[in-house]
């Protein structure tokens, strides 16, 4: 399951980078605060954040935020994780979309992580298949297509 929404408004803290670097060249943030337009204020937590849109989130800028969320399998139920796909402020036009895509491939070796405790937890209760169903679920997890459509229009 995957949710895509722009958020519109004022950086108001961009959090302490948790993890740089990497074939994907993002930024995962502790947080990231804007003010959105309508006077309401949206956190995102655990956010990552292509590089290139990171190098220039500074607070007080302006502009349309365009994210992603999606569902991490874990082995019981699931994580939400952020990503900023792309920024269009009056200045530019910053699109993270190859980076993100870049961010989940790579984050599919955990998979192989579940199915090796699972061969080896099989045993135990059925846990070791629980293991193998959610790197399963990992193996399947994909950026929406219309999201890298829509995001390759803008």
Not at 29 to 52: C, F, H, K, W, Y
Request: aromatic share 10%; proline share 4%.
């Amino acid at each position: 399951m995957s949710q895509w929404k722009t958020v519109i408004g004022e950086v108001r803290h961009v959090g302490r980078v948790q993890m740089r670097g990497g074939q994907e060249d993002c930024c995962l943030l502790d947080s990231l605060v804007i003010l959105e337009s309508n006077g309401q204020t949206v956190r995102m937590v655990n956010v990552v954040v292509p590089s290139a849109i990171y190098d220039v989130l500074k607070p007080g800028d302006i502009g349309d935020f365009d994210t992603l969320v999606l569902n991490y399998p874990k082995p019981f139920g699931s994580a939400a994780r952020t990503f900023v796909v792309r920024l269009k402020s009056a200045a530019e036009c910053i699109d993270g979309i190859q980076n993100v895509k870049a961010w989940v491939r790579g984050s599919k070796g955990a998979a192989f992580h579940f199915l090796w405790y699972g061969i080896v937890l099989m045993p135990a209760f059925g846990f070791g298949l629980l293991l193998w169903i959610c790197a399963g679920r990992l193996l399947a997890l994909n950026v929406p297509r219309e999201v890298a459509m829509s995001s390759s229009q803008g």
